[in-house]
């Protein structure tokens, strides 16, 4: 069907309503094509409108539209009356759907055309006709039937706006019969004369009114939206309280919290931008209730209908966070919630809602794309719509049925009634409120009868008091009362151990340490703590203590014979805690028999003389197990001096006795192996020095000086293998060698001594210093048990005043001529040992009058943190500075080498005459 345009002249000018302002549409025309009246047919009351509609009884559709019963059709679709398909019309199937969806509302179902072109051009859609997007012809009977259906989804919306603005100017008159002290007629003959001379609609002035009376938080949050705004767009400031005002009326008309959903979508949010909105009711265990939602697909909203405890979402961060969350992505956050892959990358706000301090759940608003940071007038509007979903809440019932049902929670009387059967002291607290109806305390409704206070007041002094009066350290360093608010707020239940609690007694402060519960029922909160008993503590403290050390204590009434023992001195004897105890007069026969002497002097001077005694003995147990035991006890006498019991202490040393035994075990053994290394070492070096005195008487060669020096390792384990020989052979050639064997102790002694015998032994040969160190390594590597050595030899001719020497990895000799010292270079030679057979080369030198020859051994230079390099060159430095004698000069190099290896040293040095 299609509508008739209104001629000019045909039934006068469109009328204003006086609620709203807008122009009326014009009315549709009736099946076969007679008018319909200007008057308006009303609606029968529980006539369903499109989009699950209902208007009161009474109140006429706009247009004078009515909804008689229709022909069913699949999807919920009923067409007017007289209207029919016409013969061998049938409806496809995207027909079906469109016309069923645009008439059916419900979270996520199809949105009407009209609707959808509104939030696409932000204008009502033309009355023509339009092409189906399938292509349906608007003159075609599906064509047509949508068309209706759009319009009609149209009106309804209209019809709703008007709805909602005629309860707040209604509301408005009210406010001005108070105020006037007028009737109705002459408040409405009123509001419509100050809203002509204002120049600005009934409805913006009845806003206007309201605010004015009421300054609560909505009005505040509209004013300084109106004038944050006004400035750039008056039009835009006006609508903004409107949206806020017509959002209040529809939220406290609903009768649930999804039509509270609705509201706030369509009236407030949906100007700012938001495509959806969320409803959830916090249950006291944690849980989230889905109790309403707009936006979001019916699938979606059943999907996430019971979030249950401990699952972080963006409503939990929002009931946690006291400012809320604003989040410009929830896709950047990775936090699961409702609608995440319907905007992924949209922003989402979550504000607490709660009033008079308690938190009753969370409102989650959905934006299409990402969040830019809203002013603060915006903020604060929407923090107003949280405080309205807040009074929904606040008598919200979570439906029946659900896996998720949550249980009923006991008021306070029933609360005081769990209080008297617990065990710990428990306070059950109710929330005090101001005259602005804020959170300012809480009242201690009733103590139960094992209430302990930690100041010591009995339980009449702090039943009936505010938490605050009675206990103003509550607000201090233990945050005892913010907890109590926090899980007030929340309903999210707090326990912690061994917290410090701090009451006011005459100004003076009294700590106790207690373990803490605190937990939200219903409207009330119970709060129990446990204080510690400092008897207890030590008890419990003594115990472990015993357990530990394996203690065992007793005590032994002298006259009348009773004997008590703790559980672990059973444990210590072997015996089952319902056998008798073991009297002091019979230990002897648990003990072993080699004890007795001891056991029986313990108890002469514990009984006759009673004085402390203790003792230590082997307890044979029944089981076999022999424990080493020691015993300390103590007489406690009457005034008159007589002996009254016994009390004393059984110890397990046991483990203590083996490890004693395995020490002195120990300290033997290693006695016995210090001796014998020291009588080892002494060996060594007795060896040593009969080989390798420090000092050797000169050597007598003509024109020739010849002195030595030798230097043992500081450490006497650390007995080395440096060696070194002067010798005059048959030939009168003078041998001169030095060498170390590697490593240390007797083992590298006697190698050193085989070495030096076998160069003496074959210097006698005549070889030249390349063949002897040859047929050297031959003996060190066959003869030996393959120890390396180095070596460095040389043979002197006194009447030519040449020598020849050669090396076997050994550092060079150093030529001290004039003020001048240096290395002699350096000959090819493998160190002796490492290979079964090699070749050394030789070289000769002359020497001059007063030159100074000098052969050492690496115990001279070497340092660990240093390079042999740089050493040799410190050692060159000081042999520069020659004495008048060549016994001088070694000595000289002794006392300034800067050797840190704490190895042994050789020094052979040679002058020139």
Known sequence: MSEQPREPGQGGEPQRDSATGPESPPPPAASGGSPATSEGVPLPEGVPLPGGVSLPDGVPLPGGVSLPDGVPL?????????????????????????????????AGDPVPLGAAAESAGGHQPSDEPSADPEGLSPSSPVGRLAATVERLSREVRIAQAEAEGRALVELAKGVLVERLKCGPAQAARQLAELAEQAQVSPLELAVDVINQAARDRMSEVTDAFVAATRAADEAEAESAAVRLRAAESGVLAADDTQAVADALLEQALRPLGAVAVAIWAAGSDGSFTLAGSAGFSLAEARRWHYVPPDVVTVAR??????????????????????????????????????????????????????????????????????????????????????????????????????????????????????????????????????FLDPAGRPRAVVNGALLLEAYPMAAGDSELFQRVERVYATGEPFRAQRLNLTALVDQVPLSAIADISISRHGSAVLLIWRIEDETARLASLLQHAQRLGRIGGFEENVLTGEITWNGQLFDLYGRAESNSPVPLEELPSYAHPDDGVSIRRFLRTLLHHRRPAAAAFRLQRPDGVTRHIRIVAEPVLDTDGRLLLVRGAYQDISSQHWTEVALAATRDQLA??????????????????????????????????????????????????????????????????????????????????????????????????????????????????????????????????????????????????????????????????????????????????????????????????????????????????APSTLDQHLDRLLTYSKSDTDDDTCIVGIRVG
């Open 672 to 881: 016995h192996t210090e001796q014998q290394a020291h009588e080892r070492a002494r060996l060594t070096l007795q060896l040593q020095h009969a080989i390798m005195p420090p000092t050797q008487a000169p050597l007598q060669v003509s024109g020739l000086q010849v002195a030595v020096r030798y230097r043992p390792a500081e450490t006497e384990q650390l007995v080395g293998g440096d060696w070194y020989d002067t010798v005059v052979l048959p030939s009168r050639l003078v041998l001169l060698c030095v060498g170390d064997v590697a490593g240390h102790g007797i083992e590298a002694a006697t190698s050193m001594v085989v070495l030096r015998n076998a160069l003496r032994g074959l210097a006698v040969t005549g070889a030249g210093p390349a063949q002897l160190l040859s047929w050297l390594n031959i003996v060190a590597h066959h003869l030996t048990g393959a120890v390396t050595a180095t070596a460095v030899c040389g043979l002197y001719d006194p009447e030519r005043r040449t020598l020849r020497w050669a090396r076997a990895g050994h550092l060079p000799p150093v030529l001290v001529r004039d003020s001048d010292a240096s290395a002699l270079p350096l000959v090819k030679g493998l160190l002796l040992g490492a290979v079964p057979e090699a070749v050394y080369e030789e070289t000769e030198m002359q020497l001059a009058p007063e030159d100074t020859l000098l052969m050492y051994t690496d115990g001279l230079i070497e340092r660990r943190d240093r390079p042999v390099e740089e050493s040799l060159t410190h050692l060159l430095t000081t042999a520069r500075s």
């Open 74 to 106: 699949p999807g919920g679709v009923s067409l007017p009356e007289g209207m029919s398909l016409p013969d061998g019309v049938s409806l496809s199937a995207q027909a079906l759907a469109l016309a069923g969806g645009a008439l059916t509302a419900g």
């Open 317 to 450: 961060r929002g009931l946690i966070e006291r400012e809320g969350q604003w989040i410009t992505s929830l896709g950047r956050t990775g936090l699961p919630s409702i609608g995440l892959h319907q905007h992924p990358d949209g922003g989402r706000v979550a504000l607490p809602a709660g009033t008079g301090g308690r938190i009753h759940g969370v409102l989650e608003i959905a934006w299409p794309g990402p969040l830019e940071p809203q002013p603060p007038q915006i903020v604060r509007q929407v923090e107003a719509l949280a405080e309205l979903c807040a009074h929904t809440l606040e008598t919200y019932t979570p439906p029946r049925g659900g896996a998720q049902e949550p249980r009923v929670l006991p008021d306070a009387a029933e609360l005081m009634d769990l209080a008297d059967g617990l065990h710990d002291p428990s306070l059950v607290l109710v929330p005090y409120l101001d005259a602005d109806g804020n959170l300012a305390d809480f009242r201690i409704q009733h103590v139960n009868n094992r």
